[in-house]
C-alpha cells in the first residue's frame, strides 16, 4: 500500500508536467503571426547591380522607374525593365568604405514633372561628409539630367564612415524630410543624437523653396525648435541611432522610420513632430546597456510601435506601405524586414497601435527564401538580405537584396 500511495502523485506530477508543456507549445504556435506567402522573380538578370538601394517610380505617369545604387549609379528601367543609365556618378569620391558609404537615396520633387528637379543624398570624402544635391531633369520626355545644373543645399560633416542614413522623402505637407544617422562607430560616442546643436542623429524637415539667412532651403513654419535657444531649426526629430528608410503613408499621413539598433533591439518608429525616440539613453523600450549616464528627468521618450530582439535580426530594413491588389492581405501593411536573417514582417496600425501583425515569407519558384537562418559563431546567417522593401508603378512590392538582386512580386 505504501509504494502504491507514493507512486502515485509521481505519476501526476509526469502527467501535469507534459499537459503544462502541451499548453506552453499550444500558446507559441497560436502567438505566431500569420505567414503571407509573397511569390517573387528575379528581374534585371545580367546586369551589374551592385547593391540597390531603392526603386522609385517616375511619378509622370510614364510606367518608368529609376534604380538607385549604392555604388554610384542609377538606372533608368523602362515598362519591360530594360535598364539604360539615368545619371553615372562613379567618379565622384563617395565611398570610403562600400559598407555604408556611397549614394544612399533620390527623391522628386512633388510637383513633378511641372518642376522639373530631383534631389539625390549621397556621401563624399576629405572632408568626410553627407550632401543633399540639387538636380534638374532637362527633358521630361527622355528623362535626361541637365547636366550643367547641381546645387548643394545641404552639407553634413561625418566624423567616421558608418550611420549615413539618408533617403530624402517629401511629406503631403511640401516639405523635404531627411533622416540622418548619429555619425557613426558604435554607442553613439560623441552623444550626438541627443546634441541639439547637431544635425545628427536626427529627422530634418526643410523647405526646398527659400532660404533661410546664408542657408541654401528655409526653414518651414511649425518646425519644432524654430527660435528655441540650443536647437538648430531644421530639427523635427531626434534620438534615432542609423534610420534606413524613411517612408510616408500619405494617405494616412504618417511617417514611418526603420532604426538600426546596435545589440538589444531593431525598431519601428512613427515620427512624430518634436518627438525623442531615445537613443543613446536606450535601444527600443529598453535602457541601452553601455550608457554611462541617466537621461534628464525632464526628457520623454516615444516608444517605437514595433520593436525586434536579435534573436530575430540584427539590422531592420524598412520599406513601404503596400497599396497593391495582388495581395488582399497586405493591403494598408507596413513592409519590413531584417538585413541579418531576411526575416520580414507586415504590420498594420490604427490610430498608432498595431492592430495587424503577419509573417512573409518570400518564395521564388515554390522555394522560400527568407524562411530561415544559421548562426556562425553566434551571428545569424542568411543568403536573403533585403535592403529596401519598394513599390512599383502599380503599387506592387519590390524587394531589393544587398547581393545585388532584384526581386518583383507576381
Known amino acids: 500500500m505504501t509504494v502504491l500511495h507514493q507512486a502515485i502523485p509521481i505519476v501526476r506530477v509526469k502527467i501535469i508536467s507534459i499537459l503544462s508543456i502541451s499548453l506552453f507549445l499550444c500558446s507559441i504556435a497560436s502567438a505566431e503571426p500569420e505567414a503571407v506567402r509573397v511569390p517573387v522573380k528575379k528581374v534585371l538578370q545580367g546586369i551589374e547591380k551592385a547593391k540597390p538601394i531603392m526603386i522609385l517610380p517616375v511619378p509622370d505617369q510614364s510606367g518608368r522607374s529609376l534604380l538607385v545604387l549604392q555604388g554610384g549609379e542609377i538606372l533608368l528601367l523602362s515598362k519591360t525593365l530594360k535598364p539604360s543609365t539615368f545619371i553615372d556618378m ?13 549614394l544612399l537615396g533620390l527623391a522628386f520633387h512633388p510637383d513633378y514633372p511641372k518642376d ?19 538636380h534638374k531633369i532637362d527633358d521630361p520626355i527622355k528623362l535626361t539630367v541637365n547636366e550643367s545644373y547641381r546645387r548643394i543645399l545641404l552639407e553634413v560633416r561625418q566624423p567616421y564612415w558608418n550611420h549615413n542614413s539618408g533617403i530624402p522623402v517629401f511629406g503631403p505637407d511640401g516639405y523635404l524630410y531627411l533622416s540622418t544617422g548619429d555619425g557613426g562607430k558604435a554607442n553613439d560616442p560623441h552623444d550626438f543624437s541627443q546634441n541639439t546643436f547637431s544635425l545628427l542623429g536626427k529627422i530634418l524637415r526643410i523647405d526646398v523653396e527659400t532660404k533661410s539667412g546664408d542657408m541654401e532651403y528655409g526653414i518651414p513654419p511649425g518646425n519644432p525648435f524654430t527660435g528655441k535657444p540650443g536647437f538648430r531649426p531644421e530639427i523635427w526629430a531626434l534620438g534615432l541611432r542609423n534610420p534606413w528608410m524613411l517612408h510616408w503613408d500619405h494617405s494616412a499621413s504618417v511617417l514611418y522610420c526603420a532604426d ?10 512613427l515620427i512624430q513632430k518634436g518627438g525623442n525616440y531615445g537613443w543613446s539613453f536606450r535601444e527600443g523600450t529598453q535602457a541601452f546597456d553601455l550608457k554611462k549616464k541617466s537621461p534628464p528627468i525632464n526628457l520623454k521618450f516615444i516608444d517605437p510601435v514595433f520593436e525586434y530582439g536579435h534573436e530575430q535580426g540584427t539590422s531592420i530594413s524598412g520599406g513601404s506601405v503596400y497599396k497593391g491588389s495582388l495581395f488582399p492581405a497586405l493591403q494598408g501593411h507596413y513592409i519590413f524586414g531584417d538585413w541579418g536573417t531576411g526575416k520580414c514582417w507586415a504590420i498594420r496600425l490604427s490610430e498608432g497601435k498595431v492592430v495587424s501583425e503577419k509573417n512573409i515569407i518570400f518564395t521564388e519558384s515554390g522555394v522560400d527564401l527568407n524562411a530561415g537562418f544559421e548562426l556562425v559563431k553566434g551571428k545569424p546567417q542568411s543568403s536573403f538580405k533585403p535592403v529596401n522593401f519598394c513599390l512599383d508603378p502599380s503599387g506592387e512590392l519590390v524587394v531589393l537584396d544587398w547581393t545585388g538582386l532584384v526581386y518583383l512580386s507576381y
Open 260 to 269: 538600426v539598433g546596435q545589440h538589444q533591439k531593431e525598431e519601428v518608429n
Open 116 to 134: 522639373k528637379r530631383f534631389f539625390l543624398y549621397h556621401s563624399l570624402q576629405n572632408p568626410k561628409r553627407s550632401v543633399l544635391v540639387e
Open 90 to 102: 562613379t567618379s565622384e569620391e563617395m565611398i570610403d568604405n562600400s559598407f555604408e558609404e556611397g
